[in-house]
T-cell receptor, first 111, second 115 residues
Framework: DTGVSQDPRHKITKRGQNVTFRCDPI?????LYWYRQTLGQGPEFLTY????????KSRLLSDRFSAERPKGSFSTLEIQRTEQGDSAMYLC?????????FGSGTRLTVV | DQQVKQNSPSLSVQEGRISILNCDYT??????FLWYKKYPAEGPTFLIS?????DKNEDGRFTVFLNKSAKHLSLHIVPSQPGDSAVYFC??????????????FGKGTKLSVKP
């Protein structure tokens, strides 16, 4: 149990379809982060929330990506019109006292 | 340009010996550094961290050393165990360019500990 639940664990979708991922921190946290990890790379920052407010978005987050955190608890990340280049592991993280706790991630494969 | 670099994609070590994983960074505004361990199909797991005001932090078999003048840090694992076999990521954080708290990761080093 990492303290951050992500759903689904795996998603296979056809190019052009929309997908949505969910992140549920087990306990309340003001901040919530989304990262993406592609093969051979470290995790890359996508966006973060302070409560409900989305305070920063990486240039990696194209217009096809949208993230929400409606009640300041769980968060969703939607990708519209998926492309093969979107295939990656999408990770959610919350800050802890000495580091960040990551969820197990959602592995997206676009075929 | 990569602000956090792990120049060794892989490292193989014999069980019981020391594993040394290296990391270099370019941004002098980074003030907090972390090491994560990652198994396939799982998210990164926090291992150990160090603030820029320190030069060493130790936690059991894991020790992180920070050389600010060289912009270099290293993770030492002693003794290495087969269960340590994983990909290790170095990450940095700091109040740089207005971003607060998000991490910049290196590309990782795959550690293999052989029995």
């Amino acid at each position: 149990d990492t303290g951050v639940s992500q759903d689904p664990r795996h998603k296979i979708t056809k190019r052009g379809q929309n997908v949505t991922f969910r992140c549920d921190p087990i306990s309340e946290h003001n901040r919530l982060y989304w990262y993406r990890q592609t093969l051979g790379q470290g995790p890359e920052f996508l966006t973060y929330f302070q409560n409900e407010a989305q305070l920063e978005k990486s240039r990696l987050l194209s217009d096809r990506f949208s993230a929400e955190r409606p009640k300041g608890s769980f968060s969703t990340l939607e990708i519209q019109r998926t492309e093969q280049g979107d295939s990656a592991m999408y990770l959610c993280a919350i800050p802890k006292s000495h580091g960040y706790t990551f969820g197990s991630g959602t592995r997206l494969t676009v075929v | 340009d990569q602000q956090v670099k792990q120049n060794s994609p892989s490292l193989s070590v014999q069980e019981g010996r020391i594993s040394i994983l290296n990391c270099d960074y370019t941004n002098s505004m980074f003030d907090y550094f972390l090491w994560y361990k990652k198994y396939p199909a799982e998210g990164p797991t926090f291992l150990i961290s160090i603030s820029s005001i320190k030069d060493k932090n130790e936690d059991g078999r894991f020790t992180v050393f920070l050389n600010k003048s060289a912009k270099h840090l290293s993770l030492h694992i002693v003794p290495s165990q087969p269960g340590d076999s994983a990909v290790y990521f170095c990450a940095a954080s700091g109040d740089y360019g207005g971003s607060q708290g998000n991490l910049i990761f290196g590309k990782g080093t795959k550690l293999s500990v052989k029995p």
